[in-house]
């Protein structure tokens, strides 16, 4: 998930804050101080950490509670609108024709963000095409050459010409039919001369609609000085950030476009070409805070499935048969990673549990899929008709143990159950609270 151990550290709080007893000076210090350090070990910048905190603090002494609030869910909201301040607006990226200039320092993701960014277009009914003007690292130009064969995007490089500016040229003329032209530019180490030069070059020569900067999720505090850098250098329209799905706390990163006049405009999510998000802050912090993001959720579903493969809301319902749930494990295994799916429902499943637990998970699930293929239509109707004879020859028929039947029917119970819960009552209610935010 992304940003695991922040997002769990920030439900923590807010869940602490739901049941302390009376909202007052120190319920709401208390509060804060947790939020503080969450941020903080997260490497988000200290002045933004500090002034978040005495907004929240002033906010919740002294604003009067909404009509339908009671001062808790107040509290709740006041944190929800101050962290998505701090991270800003998402840089909007229109879907029309234009050209997209990508820059960054090496060993970014650069490369692999901008082959992501091409299917991203044409997912969305564009046609785009990518040019590598990337001459310094080898292997750039094999490497983007072949992640753009794999989704049939127009590519242009010139393998062994250290003439970038040349590339570019040559690359907009042959590639100026298609509607996004994407330029993925060479990086270096460190920030150096002869790399802001060939920037500002190829800055000239494309005149670009949007140059977007590229930044590791892992870079923490760093991440400020490159962004006022590459910014003061030629302009940044919006910011990248990469590899949010693994450990990196990538606070550094997200709080670094406040050092420029731009946004952030995507977040990288896992090694996938479809492993990128258009950033919209709410529905960032939305599931950072365990309330899910159903908008994302069902965006993913109809990029991913025909109409009657999932209906998103009957995974919201809290009755559903075995074949229900059969068709539900097969069309989340079309729409990804199921520790990213599971991230955009709400109540926080999925925040706590592991990557190997996950792959596990996720082994199960292809398990339980063949185990199904063994039971009658009624069965798969009504799990309740499956007593220890019928459980004996369903296992017999999948190749498996009777022990792994029940426990299918047991995940079937539990999964139900679950799906109860986001509709039902509770005093940490997500869905309720999403609701009252207009989060949905």
């Known amino acids: 998930m992304v940003m695991d151990k922040l997002g769990s550290s920030l439900q923590d709080a807010l ?12 319920s709401v210090n208390d509060v804060v101080k947790d ?24 906010r919740a002494l002294k604003e009067e509670v909404p009509s339908g609030m009671n001062p808790r869910e107040h509290v709740i909201r006041i944190v929800y609108q101050e962290l998505i301040n701090i991270i800003g607006e998402g840089t909007e990226i229109n879907l029309e024709p234009q050209t997209i200039m990508m820059i960054g320092l090496q060993g970014s993701g650069k490369t692999t963000t901008t082959s992501k960014l091409s299917r991203y277009f044409q997912k969305k009914g564009l046609k785009p095409a990518v040019i590598c003007a990337d001459t310094f690292r080898p292997g750039a130009y094999h490497q983007l050459k072949s992640l753009c064969d794999k989704n049939s995007i127009p590519f242009y490089g010139e393998e062994g010409n250290e003439d970038s500016l040349g590339i570019v040229e040559r690359g907009m003329d042959k590639l100026g039919k298609y509607d996004v032209l994407i330029i993925d530019t060479a990086g270096r180490h460190s920030l150096e001369q002869d790399l802001i030069e060939e920037m500002e070059q190829i800055n000239s020569i494309a005149k670009p609609d949007k140059k977007l900067l590229v930044l590791d999720a892992a870079i923490g505090q760093q991440a400020s000085e490159q962004a006022r850098a590459f910014n003061e250098s030629i302009g940044i329209s919006g910011v990248v950030i990469t590899k949010l799905d693994g450990t990196a706390k ?17 977040i990288g999510v896992g090694e996938t070409s479809g492993d990128l998000e258009k950033f919209e802050p709410d529905r960032f912090i939305s599931r950072l805070l365990g309330m899910g993001d159903i908008r994302s959720l069902i965006e993913k579903a109809e990029e991913s499935l025909s109409e009657d493969e999932l209906d998103v809301e009957s995974m919201m319902q809290g009755r559903f048969t075995l074949k229900d749930m059969y068709k539900q494990l097969e069309a989340v295994n079309k729409m990804g990673p199921l520790k990213q799916v599971m991230q955009m429902m709400p109540g ?6 592991s990557e190997e637990q996950f792959q596990v998970t996720s082994e199960k699930l292809s398990r339980y899929r063949i185990i199904m293929d063994s039971m009658t239509e009624d069965e798969m109707d009504d799990p309740k008709l499956i007593g220890s004879s019928r459980i004996k020859r369903i296992s017999r028929g999948s190749g498996s143990k009777p022990d792994d039947v029940r426990e299918l029917l047991k995940y079937h119970k539990t999964m139900q159950n ?8 509770g005093k940490f209610n997500m869905k309720k609270m999403m609701k009252k935010f207009g989060m949905q």
């Open 348 to 353: 926080g499943m999925g925040q706590n549990i």
């Open 35 to 58: 939020i503080q350090r969450a941020l903080l070990q997260a490497d988000v910048n200290v002045q933004l950490v500090m002034n978040m905190s005495k907004q929240i603090k002033e």
């Open 418 to 425: 679950a799906m109860k819960n986001f509709r039902g009552a």
């Open 250 to 266: 990538g606070g550094g990163a997200l709080s670094a476009v406040s050092e420029t006049n731009s946004s952030i405009a995507f």
């Open 15 to 26: 869940k602490k804050l739901v049941n302390t007893g009376r909202i007052d000076e120190k």
